[in-house]
């Protein structure tokens, strides 16, 4: 995605943009943790889908380690630019929630 | 699929009943009201032949064919096969649902991970409880019914003993029947669930638009009753669209969950991805879990370095976008720093149960002014909206009206704060930074700074400090080395800043890691301005922007000596910039259409390429002396002072720039500054240049391209005779607005700019130069462009005024006496627009709208007050045709 729209589409709350601030809170934030966890599926999804077999297994090693600033340095170096990725996750995912939201208006 | 073996058959046919009655208890417990007439009584153990059941999949359900009854399963479990193989795994008790670091001594190699529960989502908010199913219950509906299918079809699966109890199962005839009954009843109340919701809003819109259409005279207004009456029938139906969009994106968000899961564990690559998934799984949890015997604060706080809470946070607005590719440190930082909008949202949420309280008392105005001022924006516009709700129930604006003034004033005050800092001060910009902001700007009042010193140093601190917090950098001790580092990379610091930075001290904070922190992302914030960004001002060009860009680069690289460019170097460089970006830009140049509000980029190899060719070809003194005097007649029309380079968003609010007009002078095309210089100096500039011979001689008509007029400033001094943009060549003299003649034709958007920006202002000057357009006829006729026009004329965002004049699928058109109403529209972002990329800035302009249509009908109830009632039976978009519309028309070009 292009950085402009990444940075367009970050800057909303999700809730306000989908027009449902009227909803109970625990159902705001239960919805903004569950697509939370959808992001984070899709975003390891795309960062498995660049490493091999044997770097995959590297990489969860370090994810459960202690020190997680390690497995991302170590995406890093493979050049894949994770922080990005988690980025354009956000807001394409946004983007799809914007759109299923507005068939309903 | 595997099917239950001989033995397996008679040893499940024996324990049938027993747990078929579990089962029924079970599901009988959870409402499931057909299962009793389903399951069969205890001590029928004999299965009954029955026929292979056949399966038809649908776009949206799966139907099966068992003997002569037919069962739908809909949604997508079906492609969830988490628990093939697994499943004694996934049962709740085998392990905890979130793994807990802190009873763990986990060494890599010696303890296994956690296993793999992806089921669901997670609550952040809701107190796990080791494996209880409390700890998975939902507040939303639809998602306890799916968790309760699923669960049943868990118990199903133990049941028949299959890998996963699905329609391919296979095994005891009867008992697979019973089993699809039980999810087929399952299926209904889901079905039911959404055709309850969908009725629901059915039926609140029914009652909303019904509640208007009574008053068809735009009297009951007046009425304190109705007015109750349809601001709860409108908050019957938010809530009613609310329900349903949100069971719709839950079921989405669900079903996708299901999708990747079904990739990640059936995929060609199931081991790595399903490894991946583990340790994600506990990466993204653990911090959660650590903090579980910290109560709810400490767990919250831990929480906030979580990645999941962090993509919760951006998800929530973050005001400061992080480090794009900046590494991975500032990407785990800034993703910190957008918990904490999560973390203060969450706090907000508890604060929200006492709001009603708050809302008494407004008639002491005085008492609450203290209050008020120091309120974000979001509370002063929820103050704003609670005072007219206040009003409404009173029927009257007695002892409110001063209030509400004063809220409304503090309002707008932060909207131009937050404006001049060039932030989006929505809700992702919470109550701390907000109040930091707010410090920022009263300490800067104090110490009598100037504006650009005050916008300079508080954009750049709130940068920062939005991501590591204001009180970890002063405590840090890191106060002095934070200044310096501004000085370095931003320019002069300023005692705002200082004043900002406050006294060192404190602990707590690690001074090391802090310090790298803010090296970090002071370098992160450079990295991410890939390219020197401006918006169009009115008057300006696309040579105004290259000169803002020069300016920058001088005034941020010492390097490339800037400091002593003399104007012509920094003309002729301009000049050049702008140049190379125009070839860059190919068929996206707009040259000559460059609206206010439009954005012109400069990338680095650009700059970096203008710079070295001027320092190639002006080596010597001399030749700098000559480039100079050949010049000179243009670097004098040029207001220097305007860019004086203040640091990141130095222009942004300025007001553009005016003109003084030299009668005497002669409009001369932009081509003439090269040229000239070219013929000064001809050894300096080699005849031939490509560049010069490529500027196209038609270049946009911008001020400073001609030599009969000179920049003033944005705001002209008192007494200096400011003109409007000057004219091309052919235009008469005293030319003052858009100039339209026959047998040309012109966009409905850059007419409706055009005759928008004249008479009172100034047309932005490129789109004047291109005004040879417009036929008066056409503009009149043509509803496209008067349309256009309006939307130009209200100021509102876009799309606003279109929603307002159309409407959407369930959204009559707004009538003007909506405007009377405390509709959601003019104070709260997402409905009705919703999908729109909205902020403060557009609530304002909003409001603005409102209040000039309100002032309009005030004038026509004193004049006519007929008038007045036959207006209120017109649509708002009607209503600034006839009063604004048509008049602005008139006034730019009176009916023949």
Sequence with gaps: MERSLIQKALKGNIIEELGLESLPEEQKIELLASISELIGLRLMSRVAERLADKEAEEFAQLLEGDDVDKAFSWL????????????????????????RANNFR | MEGTTSSQEKEWAGEMPDRLDALQARLTQKGIAPMQEIIRPKGDTEPAPTPRIDSVTTPDAKIFVHGQERYRHTSAPELAPIARGAGDVLAEDALPRVHDVSQDNTQHGTVPPPAIDLRGTVDLNVE?????????????????????????????????????????????????????????????????????????????????????????????????????KLTKAQQRFENAWAAVAADDIVKKVHDDMDLVRFNVYEGPRKNAYGRIMQAYKWFADKNLARGREGGRLKKMALSMFSLRAGISGILGGLAFVPAVGAGALIARQALAGASAAYYTYERKRQAATNKVAETKGFENTEKKDISIDTLTPTEVAEKMQEIIAHAQMKGNWEGLEASYQKVRAVYEKQMAVAIALGQYLDESVRIDVVAEMHNIARQARKTEQSNADVRQSASIAAGVAGVFGFNAIRQAGVAHEFISKLKSLFGAPTAAAEAFVGPEGGAGVNPDALREQVSSVLKAREAIRPTYAYEFAPGEGPLHQARKAIAQMIGERADAGGENFSKGQRLWLERRLWELTEKELGPNNMTGEWHPGNHLAFNREAMERA???????????????????????????????????KGYGAWQGDGGVRYGLEQSETYEPSTQILESSRSASPDV???????????????????DDTMGVHEISSAPPGGTQIVEPPPPPSMPEGYRGPIFSEHTALSPDAAADAVAQSPTTPAPMGLTARLEIMPMDELRRSEAIRFTFAQKLSGLAEGDYDLIAHGTKIIPPMRVLDLDNTGGFWSRRGWPEGVRFDNHRDIMRRLRFRDAILSKRHELLRKSPLEWAESGKLTVAEFYEKYFVTEKILAVAPAK
Excluded: C
């Design chain 1, 76 to 99: 890093h170096t493979r050049k894949i630019p994770f922080e990005e990725m988690a980025l354009e996750e956000v807001a394409r995912m946004k983007e799809e929630l914007r759109r």
């Design chain 2, 128 to 228: 796990s409880k080791g494996g209880s199913r409390e700890a998975l219950k939902s507040s939303f509906p639809i998602v306890q019914l799916r968790r309760e299918r699923e669960e049943a079809r868990e118990e199903l699966t133990k049941l028949l003993n299959a890998q996963r109890f699905d329609e391919r199962t296979e095994g005891d005839q009867s008992a697979i029947k019973t089993a699809h009954e039980a999810l087929y009843a399952l299926d209904e109340r889901l079905s039911d669930r959404e055709k309850n919701t969908q009725e629901e809003l059915a039926q609140a819109q029914e009652e909303y638009e019904r509640l208007h259409e009574e008053d068809v005279y735009g009297e009951m207004a007046l009425d304190p009753a109705y007015g109750e």
């Design chain 2, 611 to 645: 710079l070295g060719e001027m320092q190639d070809k002006f080596k010597t003194p001399e030749s700098i002396k000559s480039l100079d005097k050949s010049l000179e007649p243009f670097t004098k029309k040029i207001n220097w002072s305007r860019y004086e380079y």
């Design chain 2, 685 to 703: 500039i080699p005849g031939g240049m490509a560049f010069t011979e490529s500027l196209p001689l038609s270049q946009t008509i911008s001020p």
